[in-house]
Nanobody, 122 residues
Framework: QVQLVESGGGLVQAGDSLRLSCAASGRTFSVIVMGWFRQAPGKEREFVAA????????IYGDSAKGRFTISGDNALNTVYLQMNSLKPEDTAVYYC???????????????WGQGTRVTVSS
């Protein structure tokens, strides 16, 4: 079992920055990839970014390219999402996920955090 806890969300204005954190614990040796997803009311869960535990590979969703950066410390036991130039359409609950498959699809991930809420005002 892997436990994931997100933090760092809040209320900001358009153009501001936030850094989200995800702390992983438990049987983390089984984790190959860590990802960030987001979900707004009435919408499907959307891929934001992912990073591989050992190889250092990174991928981003279209909405994140050029504005967001995913990184990790301590062998990815802590993963970050740096979000710059935030827009109102970035408003959502952001979830950290851990899995064994490199993927943009939520169903490929095995473990999920409870989410942290990000609200961007205009």
């Amino acid at each position: 079992q892997v436990q994931l806890v997100e933090s760092g969300g809040g209320l900001v204005q358009a153009g501001d920055s936030l850094r989200l954190s995800c702390a992983a614990s438990g049987r983390t040796f089984s984790v190959i990839v860590m990802g960030w997803f987001r979900q707004a009311p009435g919408k499907e869960r959307e891929f934001v970014a992912a990073i591989t535990k050992s190889g250092g590979g990174r991928i981003y969703g279209d909405s994140a390219k050029g504005r967001f950066t995913i990184s990790g410390d301590n062998a990815l036991n802590t993963v970050y999402l740096q979000m710059n130039s935030l827009k109102p359409e970035d408003t959502a609950v952001y979830y950290c996920a851990a899995g064994r498959v490199w993927s943009r699809w939520p169903g490929s991930y095995d473990y999920w955090g409870q989410g942290t809420r990000v609200t961007v005002s205009s």
